[in-house]
């Protein structure tokens, strides 16, 4: 496990730099998730560090594989000194824990959902899970694990989290192109949905 997360940090490090910050979470029966800040430019990232040492595993198995099973960290991207984004580290760290609290599987498409804004004064409380390879190329590992992906998230109102639903994950992000959001303003009102 160890291992595996040293491996991870220096993919993080690899792709996005050096972190400026970091803070680590701990839940009750879970393994402690961190959460790295790096800074390039205007635009702050946040990625999650711990939820790749074990695989996810697919909640209606008996049991859970220790090897075997899809491997992801999460990566938040938004612009610097608009609003106290720095508060996303609690939301974040819950997002990479739930697959070792709720048994899900984190893949692209999905929508995650913490309950309360993501941080002070935000229109968010959920994200779209994206494709990976864009800022981090996915980490290769010893068969049988599975490569680590690293996966963007995009925060949605809940308006867009209740248009997704309906609509699905592409009509969605084709929505957002259409109307030339910018998915990394923290303080973007919803998309127009009529």
């Known amino acids: ?17 050096e972190p400026d910050a970091r803070a680590a979470v701990t839940f009750l029966g879970t393994d402690r998730v961190e959460v790295l800040r790096f800074t390039d430019g205007d635009v702050v990232r946040y990625a999650t560090l711990g ?6 595993a697919d909640p209606t198995a008996p049991l859970a594989d220790p090897v075997k099973g899809p491997r992801a960290e999460l990566i938040l991207s938004v612009r610097g000194g608009v609003a106290d984004t720095d508060k996303v580290l609690r939301p974040l760290a819950v997002l990479a824990a739930s697959p070792q609290v709720e048994g899900l599987i984190v893949a692209p498409g999905a929508s995650l959902d913490v309950g309360e804004p993501l941080w002070p004064g935000a229109q968010f409380t959920s994200v779209l899970v994206a494709e990976p390879g864009g800022l981090v190329e996915d980490l290769e590992l010893d068969e ?17 989290g209740a248009w997704k ?15 030339g959001t910018d ?11 009529d």
């Open 144 to 160: 049988p694990m599975e490569p680590v992906r690293f996966l963007p998230l995009l925060p949605m109102t809940p308006n867009e």
């Open 183 to 193: 998915l990394r303003d923290p303080l973007r009102k919803s998309v127009p949905l």
């Open 51 to 56: 939820m790749a040492a074990q695989p996810m």
């Open 1 to 17: 496990m160890a291992d595996v997360l040293a491996l991870v940090e220096a993919r993080l490090r690899t792709g996005l730099g």
């Open 165 to 179: 639903r309906v609509h699905g994950a592409q009509a969605l992000q084709e929505r957002w192109l259409n109307s």
